[in-house]
């Protein structure tokens, strides 16, 4: 469980946010929408501890917090394969020797192929078209297993299918008791997927059911 008490998001004491209240229960998932601007990144970022609260205060039940940043963030020139970045999300689970227990080698295995990226295990980054990075990111964050998975605007540049496949993985995964926040500009794709939204506009934070997750009685058209 997220609990948001009047938060706000910025830099250097700088608020970019409104103020944020309310929470995320824990299997939640949440698409986190509003216009080019309004801090969505900032807020992940934060959640993520990456940068300090502005003002206000929230309260995370885990430290176990994945983020998936834009990969437009990522320096694709350093010489990673596909396999050295997906192998990262082991690196917490790593035995005293520094060597990746054989259940996370499995594990990395195994995301690999749901990912549908494991021929191309020793494709260096700098090869890979957007969707490809997408995926071995998205298989990263698959083999961390944090309970927290934060994504930022993880389509981008990717295909239909592939959104498929990544968002079944990751109603799975909502459905296993992962608390799931993702920043999305496709109102579709909220409306088809995602039980809960956090609509930011620069006046306010607003917590929306997505139309076709509210009950047809309720519904008014
Ligand atoms: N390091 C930084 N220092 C100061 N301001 C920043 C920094 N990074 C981003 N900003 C500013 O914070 C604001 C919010 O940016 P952010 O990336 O969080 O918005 P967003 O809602 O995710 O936008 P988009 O939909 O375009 O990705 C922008 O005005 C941006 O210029």
Known sequence: MIHFTKLYAGYSGQRITPAIDGSLP???LT???????????????????????CAGHYHCDSTNIALLPQHQSLDRTFPLSVKDIVNMGGWSQRTWSGR?????KIRIQEAMDLTGISELANTPLAYLSGGQLQRALFARMWVQDSDVW?????????DESTITRL???????????????MVLHDEQL???YFTRQLVLT???????????HIPSPCRVS
Not at 100 to 104: A, C, H, P
């Open 100 to 104: 990746l227990q054989l259940k996370v």
């Open 202 to 212: 620069p006046q306010s934070a607003q917590w929306v059911i997505p139309i076709d």
């Open 31 to 53: 698409a986190l929408t509003g216009d080019n601007g309004c801090g969505k990144s900032t807020l992940l970022k934060t959640l993520a501890g990456l940068l300090p609260v």
């Open 150 to 158: 934060l994504l930022d605007e993880p389509f981008t540049g990717v």
């Open 167 to 181: 968002m079944t993985l990751v109603g799975q995964a909502s459905e296993q008791g992962k608390t799931i926040v």
């Open 190 to 192: 909220v409306r088809r």
């Open 26 to 28: 824990v299997g939640s």
